[in-house]
Every structure is written in structure tokens, then in C-alpha cells.
């Protein structure tokens, strides 16, 4: 059996960026924690276009989600009171060590910009053409009027020769580049 002295002498020395895995939507809490242990921690964030509650918007979300970058010495930090934050699940492994992260990678992630802009092209607006790609419906074109909830959305296509609204799923129709 090794002692604390002999098996630190197997780590690296220095701070070196390790991956922490979060429990779900707490990345920010998880890194207020370990800043406040003086823990050097982020996350990348992307500012995405979704449809909420019927409403086109643009929402802040991790761009990894579930996983925080956090910078830590083996002989200055405590890994256990780093596993216990709260916020913190535990450190992604390989085999029984923590991963290290390259300096390069976390750099990189570190001067993009603050938050990325994500957009969807696909989302289509009012009086978009949609192709809708459903069994009963295969390839005919509609309008697209307006979400209906987070999955669905009402389209306006031309049966018997007079508009009808339909409501579909989100995944059996796609925008049609004009």
C-alpha cells in the first residue's frame, strides 16, 4: 500500500484542466461553487434559436451539456471536495485517473466569443414552403402558418382545391430552400 506522499509522486505537477460531468442544466451552479474553493472553472455557452411555447427565441444553453472545464493542482486541491460540490457528479476518467485536458483545447473554447451563435436554418417562418415527408402526405409543399407547442406545428396545404390547415409533427416536414 502506497502513502499519500508516494502516490502524488505519480501525478503530474502544476495545474492542469480536468472535465468535470454535471448533473443536468447545474453547469452554472457547479461553476460558482468552484469558483468560490478558488477553483479556476467554465463552461462554453452557445446562444441558440429554438421554438418555445409557439414563440421563435433565443435561448443561452451549454454548449456542452453536463460538463464543466476546471483547472486544478494535484499538491493545492482537494479532488474529493471537488467531487462533492455541489453541481458535480464526478470527473470524467480514463481508467482510474482523472482525464487531463490539453491547455490548447481549453484555450480555444476559452477565446471564442463569449457565446456562440447557434442558428437553426431549418426552423421555418410564417409563409415559409415546407415539404411535408409524412406517409399519407409524401412530398406534397405547404405553408407554414405557426408552432403548435414545442413538437408540432400547423401547415396550410391545398386539398380538393381549398387551403386547409393540418397540424403535423416537427419531423415530417422540412423548409424548402427558395
Given amino acids: ?5 508516494e502516490s502524488k509522486g505519480l501525478f503530474p ?3 492542469h484542466w480536468f472535465l468535470l460531468y454535471c448533473k443536468g442544466k447545474e ?13 479556476e472553472a467554465f463552461y462554453p455557452k452557445a446562444q441558440i ?6 414563440k421563435r427565441t433565443q435561448i443561452i444553453e451549454a454548449l456542452f451539456p453536463n460538463y464543466v472545464f476546471a483547472q486544478l493542482d494535484y499538491e493545492q486541491h482537494n479532488f474529493t ?8 457528479i464526478g470527473f470524467v476518467r480514463r481508467g482510474r485517473e482523472p482525464q487531463l485536458v490539453p491547455k490548447t483545447l481549453v484555450h480555444q473554447f476559452k477565446t471564442l466569443h463569449d457565446v456562440a451563435q447557434v442558428k ?6 410564417q409563409g415559409d414552403m415546407v415539404l411535408i415527408n409524412h406517409p399519407q402526405y409524401n412530398n406534397v409543399r405547404a405553408i407554414y402558418q405557426e408552432a403548435k407547442g414545442d413538437a408540432r406545428a400547423i401547415l396550410l396545404l391545398e386539398l380538393i382545391n381549398k387551403p386547409v390547415e393540418v397540424i403535423f409533427n416537427n ?4 423548409k424548402v430552400d427558395p
Avoid: C, W, Y
Avoid at 27 to 39: I, T
Avoid at 171 to 174: E, G, L, R
Fill in 27 to 39: 453547469e452554472e451552479r457547479a461553476v460558482m461553487h468552484l469558483n468560490n474553493q478558488g477553483v
Fill in 120 to 125: 437553426d436554418k431549418n426552423l421555418p417562418k
Fill in 171 to 174: 419531423t415530417d416536414f422540412k
Fill in 1 to 5: 500500500m502506497q502513502s499519500n506522499e
Fill in 49 to 54: 434559436e429554438k421554438i418555445v411555447r409557439g
Fill in 81 to 88: 471536495a471537488i467531487r462533492s460540490t455541489r453541481g458535480v
Fill in 13 to 15: 505537477t502544476g495545474k
